[in-house]
Protein backbone atom coordinates (compact mmCIF):
# COMPACT_ATOMS: atom_id res chain seq x y z
CA UNK A 1 0.00 0.00 0.00
CA UNK A 2 1.39 3.33 -0.48
CA UNK A 3 2.07 5.55 2.43
CA UNK A 4 -0.70 8.40 3.83
CA UNK A 5 -1.90 10.49 1.32
CA UNK A 6 1.18 12.20 -0.10
CA UNK A 7 0.14 16.18 -1.05
CA UNK A 8 1.71 19.32 0.52
CA UNK A 9 -0.34 22.69 0.26
CA UNK A 10 1.07 26.02 -0.05
CA UNK A 11 -0.55 29.43 0.96
CA UNK A 12 -3.77 29.93 2.04
CA UNK A 13 -7.48 31.05 0.63
CA UNK A 14 -9.22 28.33 -1.87
CA UNK A 15 -7.96 25.73 -2.44
CA UNK A 16 -6.16 25.25 -5.99
CA UNK A 17 -5.63 20.83 -6.77
CA UNK A 18 -2.81 20.81 -8.97
CA UNK A 19 -2.90 16.77 -10.16
CA UNK A 20 0.10 15.64 -12.48
CA UNK A 21 0.43 14.18 -15.86
CA UNK A 22 2.22 10.35 -16.89
CA UNK A 23 4.80 9.57 -16.07
CA UNK A 24 5.71 12.55 -14.05
CA UNK A 25 5.76 13.65 -10.28
CA UNK A 26 3.79 16.95 -8.33
CA UNK A 27 7.05 18.42 -9.21
CA UNK A 28 6.33 18.85 -12.85
CA UNK A 29 4.07 22.19 -11.33
CA UNK A 30 6.91 23.32 -9.84
CA UNK A 31 6.62 26.66 -12.02
CA UNK A 32 3.01 27.00 -11.44
CA UNK A 33 3.56 27.49 -7.67
CA UNK A 34 4.25 30.73 -7.24
CA UNK A 35 1.77 32.63 -9.02
CA UNK A 36 -0.95 30.61 -7.79
CA UNK A 37 -0.60 30.89 -4.06
CA UNK A 38 -0.66 34.34 -4.71
CA UNK A 39 -4.74 33.49 -5.65
CA UNK A 40 -5.55 30.61 -3.36
CA UNK A 41 -3.96 27.48 -1.30
CA UNK A 42 -2.61 25.43 -3.96
CA UNK A 43 -2.72 21.71 -3.40
CA UNK A 44 0.35 19.38 -4.77
CA UNK A 45 -0.77 15.61 -5.25
CA UNK A 46 1.40 13.12 -6.23
CA UNK A 47 -1.31 10.13 -7.57
CA UNK A 48 -0.36 6.43 -6.38
CA UNK A 49 2.80 5.19 -7.44
CA UNK A 50 4.37 8.32 -8.33
CA UNK A 51 7.12 10.79 -6.61
CA UNK A 52 6.14 10.56 -2.55
CA UNK A 53 3.51 8.03 -3.46
CA UNK A 54 5.52 4.91 -4.69
CA UNK A 55 3.79 1.97 -3.35
CA UNK A 56 6.16 0.14 -0.31
CA UNK A 57 5.36 -3.46 -1.53
CA UNK A 58 4.17 -4.64 -4.29
CA UNK A 59 2.55 -2.12 -7.13
CA UNK A 60 -0.79 -3.34 -8.53
CA UNK A 61 -0.82 -3.87 -12.13
CA UNK A 62 -3.49 -1.43 -12.85
CA UNK A 63 -4.06 2.17 -11.61
CA UNK A 64 -7.32 3.28 -12.69
CA UNK A 65 -8.09 6.67 -12.73
CA UNK A 66 -11.17 6.02 -10.71
CA UNK A 67 -8.20 4.73 -7.94
CA UNK A 68 -6.41 8.16 -8.50
CA UNK A 69 -9.18 10.23 -8.35
CA UNK A 70 -9.96 8.54 -4.82
CA UNK A 71 -6.24 9.11 -3.90
CA UNK A 72 -6.93 12.86 -4.77
CA UNK A 73 -10.09 12.85 -2.80
CA UNK A 74 -8.16 10.94 0.48
CA UNK A 75 -5.18 14.18 -0.08
CA UNK A 76 -7.88 16.73 0.35
CA UNK A 77 -9.41 14.83 3.50
CA UNK A 78 -5.70 14.61 5.12
CA UNK A 79 -5.52 18.19 4.70
CA UNK A 80 -8.74 19.36 5.51
CA UNK A 81 -9.53 20.94 2.44
CA UNK A 82 -13.77 20.88 2.67
CA UNK A 83 -14.63 23.19 0.34
CA UNK A 84 -15.07 23.40 -3.14
CA UNK A 85 -11.82 23.87 -5.09
CA UNK A 86 -10.17 24.90 -8.81
CA UNK A 87 -9.12 21.29 -10.43
CA UNK A 88 -6.22 21.48 -12.72
CA UNK A 89 -5.22 17.97 -14.20
CA UNK A 90 -2.34 18.16 -16.47
CA UNK A 91 -3.06 15.18 -19.30
CA UNK A 92 -3.59 12.08 -17.26
CA UNK A 93 -4.08 14.18 -14.12
CA UNK A 94 -6.93 15.63 -16.55
CA UNK A 95 -8.02 12.17 -17.00
CA UNK A 96 -8.46 11.63 -13.60
CA UNK A 97 -10.27 14.90 -13.21
CA UNK A 98 -13.60 13.49 -14.99
CA UNK A 99 -13.25 10.84 -12.77
CA UNK A 100 -13.06 12.71 -9.69
CA UNK A 101 -15.97 14.80 -11.63
CA UNK A 102 -17.77 11.66 -11.74
CA UNK A 103 -17.03 10.64 -8.08
CA UNK A 104 -16.67 13.57 -6.16
CA UNK A 105 -18.52 16.25 -7.65
CA UNK A 106 -19.39 18.42 -4.87
CA UNK A 107 -15.60 19.19 -4.26
CA UNK A 108 -14.63 20.82 -7.76
CA UNK A 109 -16.34 24.34 -8.33
CA UNK A 110 -14.13 25.27 -11.59
CA UNK A 111 -11.88 23.35 -13.97
CA UNK A 112 -8.87 23.68 -16.00
CA UNK A 113 -7.60 21.06 -18.09
CA UNK A 114 -3.66 21.23 -19.42
CA UNK A 115 -3.02 19.26 -22.71
CA UNK A 116 -5.47 16.27 -21.60
CA UNK A 117 -8.78 14.85 -23.75
CA UNK A 118 -12.22 13.78 -22.63
CA UNK A 119 -11.85 10.85 -25.61
CA UNK A 120 -11.38 7.38 -23.67
CA UNK A 121 -8.53 5.54 -26.45
CA UNK A 122 -9.09 3.73 -29.11
CA UNK A 123 -9.13 0.34 -29.64
CA UNK A 124 -5.21 0.79 -31.16
CA UNK A 125 -4.08 3.21 -28.59
CA UNK A 126 -4.86 1.16 -25.57
CA UNK A 127 -3.38 -2.08 -27.20
CA UNK A 128 -0.48 -0.01 -27.86
CA UNK A 129 -0.31 1.24 -24.08
CA UNK A 130 -0.85 -2.30 -22.89
CA UNK A 131 2.31 -3.40 -25.24
CA UNK A 132 4.25 -0.75 -23.81
CA UNK A 133 3.43 -1.52 -19.96
CA UNK A 134 4.47 -5.13 -20.28
CA UNK A 135 7.85 -4.09 -22.77
CA UNK A 136 8.40 -2.08 -20.01
CA UNK A 137 9.95 -5.11 -17.82
CA UNK A 138 12.32 -5.56 -20.21
CA UNK A 139 13.32 -2.72 -21.82
CA UNK A 140 12.85 -0.33 -18.71
CA UNK A 141 13.99 3.53 -19.00
CA UNK A 142 15.02 3.37 -22.23
CA UNK A 143 11.79 2.60 -23.80
CA UNK A 144 10.19 5.11 -22.07
CA UNK A 145 12.62 8.02 -23.23
CA UNK A 146 12.87 6.58 -26.94
CA UNK A 147 9.04 6.73 -27.42
CA UNK A 148 8.04 9.41 -24.86
CA UNK A 149 9.97 12.23 -25.15
CA UNK A 150 9.03 12.76 -28.61
CA UNK A 151 5.91 12.91 -28.80
CA UNK A 152 5.95 15.48 -25.23
CA UNK A 153 8.38 18.35 -26.56
CA UNK A 154 7.79 20.09 -29.77
CA UNK A 155 9.88 19.82 -32.62
CA UNK A 156 11.88 23.01 -31.91
CA UNK A 157 12.31 22.17 -27.64
CA UNK A 158 13.75 19.23 -28.84
CA UNK A 159 16.29 20.74 -31.29
CA UNK A 160 17.40 24.11 -29.67
CA UNK A 161 16.18 23.95 -25.84
CA UNK A 162 18.56 21.32 -24.11
CA UNK A 163 17.90 22.62 -21.13
CA UNK A 164 14.09 21.76 -20.93
CA UNK A 165 14.88 18.51 -22.78
CA UNK A 166 17.07 17.64 -19.81
CA UNK A 167 14.74 18.69 -17.68
CA UNK A 168 11.74 16.13 -19.16
CA UNK A 169 14.07 13.55 -19.33
CA UNK A 170 14.76 13.30 -15.65
CA UNK A 171 11.34 13.02 -15.02
CA UNK A 172 10.89 10.22 -17.28
CA UNK A 173 14.44 8.58 -15.81
CA UNK A 174 13.36 8.65 -12.23
CA UNK A 175 10.10 7.62 -13.00
CA UNK A 176 9.86 3.94 -10.98
CA UNK A 177 8.87 1.90 -13.75
CA UNK A 178 5.98 -0.33 -12.10
CA UNK A 179 3.95 2.42 -11.48
CA UNK A 180 4.29 3.60 -15.23
CA UNK A 181 2.76 0.25 -16.64
CA UNK A 182 0.38 0.34 -14.14
CA UNK A 183 -0.54 3.54 -15.06
CA UNK A 184 -0.55 3.00 -19.17
CA UNK A 185 -2.81 -0.41 -18.18
CA UNK A 186 -5.26 2.42 -16.28
CA UNK A 187 -5.68 4.85 -18.83
CA UNK A 188 -6.14 2.04 -21.91
CA UNK A 189 -9.25 1.79 -19.77
CA UNK A 190 -10.62 4.77 -19.04
CA UNK A 191 -13.66 5.43 -20.29
CA UNK A 192 -15.17 8.27 -22.78
CA UNK A 193 -15.52 11.56 -20.46
CA UNK A 194 -17.08 13.29 -23.92
CA UNK A 195 -20.44 13.28 -22.32
CA UNK A 196 -19.53 14.56 -19.10
CA UNK A 197 -17.79 17.64 -20.41
CA UNK A 198 -20.45 18.93 -22.33
CA UNK A 199 -23.13 18.27 -19.34
CA UNK A 200 -20.79 20.20 -17.31
CA UNK A 201 -21.90 23.59 -16.16
CA UNK A 202 -18.92 25.44 -14.31
CA UNK A 203 -16.28 27.87 -15.34
CA UNK A 204 -13.82 25.79 -17.24
CA UNK A 205 -10.13 26.87 -18.98
CA UNK A 206 -8.49 24.53 -21.85
CA UNK A 207 -5.47 24.69 -22.33
CA UNK A 208 -2.75 23.29 -25.87
CA UNK A 209 0.28 23.56 -26.73
CA UNK A 210 0.78 25.07 -29.99
CA UNK A 211 2.24 22.03 -31.34
CA UNK A 212 0.74 18.67 -28.75
CA UNK A 213 1.34 16.16 -30.31
CA UNK A 214 -0.59 13.89 -28.25
CA UNK A 215 -4.04 16.31 -27.11
CA UNK A 216 -3.83 18.39 -30.55
CA UNK A 217 -5.65 22.09 -31.21
CA UNK A 218 -8.13 20.66 -32.98
CA UNK A 219 -8.99 18.31 -30.41
CA UNK A 220 -9.07 20.55 -27.75
CA UNK A 221 -10.31 23.64 -29.36
CA UNK A 222 -13.56 21.25 -30.30
CA UNK A 223 -13.80 19.92 -26.67
CA UNK A 224 -14.00 23.28 -25.78
CA UNK A 225 -16.73 24.51 -27.70
CA UNK A 226 -18.71 21.36 -26.23
CA UNK A 227 -18.47 22.67 -22.94
CA UNK A 228 -20.91 25.13 -21.72
CA UNK A 229 -18.32 27.46 -19.61
CA UNK A 230 -14.95 26.67 -21.40
CA UNK A 231 -12.44 29.37 -22.33
CA UNK A 232 -9.58 27.96 -24.51
CA UNK A 233 -6.34 29.04 -24.72
CA UNK A 234 -3.17 27.76 -26.71
CA UNK A 235 0.38 28.12 -25.87
CA UNK A 236 2.57 29.18 -28.06
CA UNK A 237 6.64 27.37 -28.93
CA UNK A 238 5.43 24.52 -27.01
CA UNK A 239 4.22 20.57 -27.37
CA UNK A 240 2.47 19.00 -24.76
CA UNK A 241 4.50 20.15 -21.80
CA UNK A 242 3.33 23.62 -21.23
CA UNK A 243 3.82 24.45 -17.79
CA UNK A 244 7.30 23.48 -18.33
CA UNK A 245 8.37 24.42 -21.92
CA UNK A 246 6.42 27.89 -21.63
CA UNK A 247 5.89 28.40 -18.32
CA UNK A 248 5.24 32.23 -18.50
CA UNK A 249 2.56 31.85 -21.23
CA UNK A 250 0.91 29.18 -19.06
CA UNK A 251 1.22 31.02 -15.97
CA UNK A 252 -0.28 33.91 -17.53
CA UNK A 253 -3.55 31.87 -18.92
CA UNK A 254 -4.09 30.04 -14.87
CA UNK A 255 -3.84 33.60 -13.46
CA UNK A 256 -6.49 35.23 -15.32
CA UNK A 257 -8.09 32.23 -15.22
CA UNK A 258 -8.36 32.32 -11.56
CA UNK A 259 -8.61 35.49 -11.03
CA UNK A 260 -12.00 35.56 -13.21
CA UNK A 261 -13.39 33.46 -10.82
CA UNK A 262 -15.92 34.83 -8.14
C1 LIG B 1 0.43 12.55 -19.90
O1 LIG B 1 1.16 13.53 -20.15
O2 LIG B 1 -0.12 12.41 -18.82
C2 LIG B 1 0.26 11.49 -20.97
O3 LIG B 1 0.77 11.96 -22.17
C3 LIG B 1 -1.16 11.07 -21.10
C4 LIG B 1 -1.35 10.02 -22.14
O4 LIG B 1 -0.45 9.18 -22.36
O5 LIG B 1 -2.44 9.98 -22.74
Avoid at 8 to 33: C, D, K, N
Avoid at 110 to 119: E, I, K, P, W
Avoid at 175 to 197: I, N
Avoid at 235 to 249: D, K, L, Y
Wanted: proline share 5%; net charge negative; hydrophobic share 45%.
Amino acid sequence: MPKAPACVAYGTGRPIVLVHGFPFHSGMWERQVAPLRKLGRVVLVDLLGFGANEFEGETPSVLTMDAQADAVAAALDHLEVREPAIFMGFSMGGYVGWSFLRRHRARVDSLVMCNTRAAADSRDAARGRREMADALATKGHALLIETLLPKLLAPDTLARRRHVVDTVSEFLREAPLASVAAAQRGMAERVDSSELARELDIPSLVIVGEHDAISTREELEALAKTMRQAQFVEIPSAGHMTVIENAAATNRALVEFVSSLE
